[in-house]
């Protein structure tokens, strides 16, 4: 079992997900007789939200992240060397490179069924820019492997900030100029006699000293012009930033209710099928009992025709009884006779 590998495979997972894996993973490479992979996965901690995304990020745009950590490098030197439109250049890549790969972790965590706010998604902005003004941090970031949210902490130029070299006050430092000759050295050149310099190595010296004050002034104008260029274009990048996340917390609510909006569709629906499968029930129960009627009133017709034919036979019986009384009553009376 690979411990790297595996390591990888897990800081992919979401941080509620890891320890969970990190003890199977850990119990398997026991199962398997590996202990020294083993010990080293146990020893594997729980990244932060934060680090997850930035993990998922370099696991799905590695080359991209390399691309922004790449400009650490020429983003120094143009500090440096005080290169305004260089500056100007490499920063706005940056910035446009530091907002699309925070967004597109962000959207790695929505994918993966994560709600991702805005202040998470500047945490991992925040993450990739100390990233390139720390060689160290970068490589952890590079790795997919971060446990927690790191921010540079060190003393190296900080990208997009002012160079190290600059005092508080934003200013350049002057170019020291030529070491003077040590005091009681004697008539050097460019010295008149006693040591004292002639008039026209005062000149020079004083032309000198006026140059390094203009170049230093300009050198002052320069990097005011360039700061503020790099400022105004940081200040639009977090407008747009926060624009960016208001819109998507916009979207995001949008969403939500438009999956409440149609969960309470569903319900309707599901009521409402419902009550049309009881009005079709009921609608079938009263076509039963209409047809159970009819067959009532066919029969009690029936029965009305036999009772009123019964009748009619019990009357002529009746009659025919009747009849048979008198015509005995009359043979009995003929019988008397005859017996007298």
């Known amino acids: 079992m690979d411990p790297a590998v595996e390591g990888a495979r897990l800081y992919r997972l979401a941080p509620e997900d890891f320890v969970a894996a990190r003890d199977e993973v850990v119990a398997a490479a ?5 202990p020294g992979a083993a010990r080293e996965i146990a020893a594997l901690k729980r990244p932060t939200r934060a680090a997850w995304l930035t993990n998922l990020l370099v696991a799905q745009a590695p080359d991209e ?6 400009l650490a490098g020429p983003l120094e030197q143009a500090q440096r060397s005080l290169d305004g439109p260089a500056l100007r250049e490499i920063s706005g890549r940056r910035s446009r490179l530091l907002g699309g ?15 991702v706010d805005a202040g998470l998604e500047r945490e991992v902005r925040a993450v990739l820019e100390s990233a390139l003004a720390d060689p160290a941090l970068a490589d952890r970031v590079r790795s997919g492997r971060l446990v927690r949210a790191e921010r540079h902490s060190g003393f190296g130029p900080v990208p997009g900030g002012p160079d190290p070299g600059e005092d508080d006050g934003g200013t350049v430092p ?11 050295s004697g008539t050097g050149r460019g010295r008149g006699p006693g040591g004292r310099p002639d008039a026209a190595t005062g000149h020079a010296a004083r032309r000198g000293t006026e140059r390094d004050r203009q170049h230093s002034a300009e050198r002052d104008r320069q990097h005011r012009a360039e700061r503020e260029e790099q400022d105004r274009a940081e200040r639009e990048e977090r407008l747009r930033a926060q624009r960016r996340a208001a819109a998507g917390e916009r979207v995001e609510q949008a969403r939500l209710a438009a999956h409440d909006a149609a969960r309470e569709r569903d319900a309707t629906r599901d009521r409402r099928d419902a009550a049309a499968d009881r009005r079709d029930a009921a609608h079938r129960r009263i076509e039963d009992l209409r047809a159970e009627l009819d067959r009532a009133r066919t029969a009690v017709t029936g029965a009305d025709r036999d009772l009123a034919a019964a009748e009619r036979d019990a009357a002529a019986a009746e009659r025919r009884a009747r009849r048979a009384g008198t015509e005995v009553a009359t043979a009995e009376r003929d019988l008397d006779e005859l017996d007298d």
């Not at 992240?65 to 790449?70: E, I, K, Q, S, T």
Request: aromatic share 0%.
């Open 30 to 34: 026991r199962a398997a007789g590996d």
């Open 174 to 184: 002057v170019r020291p100029g030529p070491a003077r000759a040590p005091a009681g």
């Open 101 to 115: 790969l925070a967004r597109r972790a962000a959207g790695l965590g929505r994918d993966a069924g994560h709600r």
């Open 65 to 70: 992240v390399d691309g922004l950590l790449a």
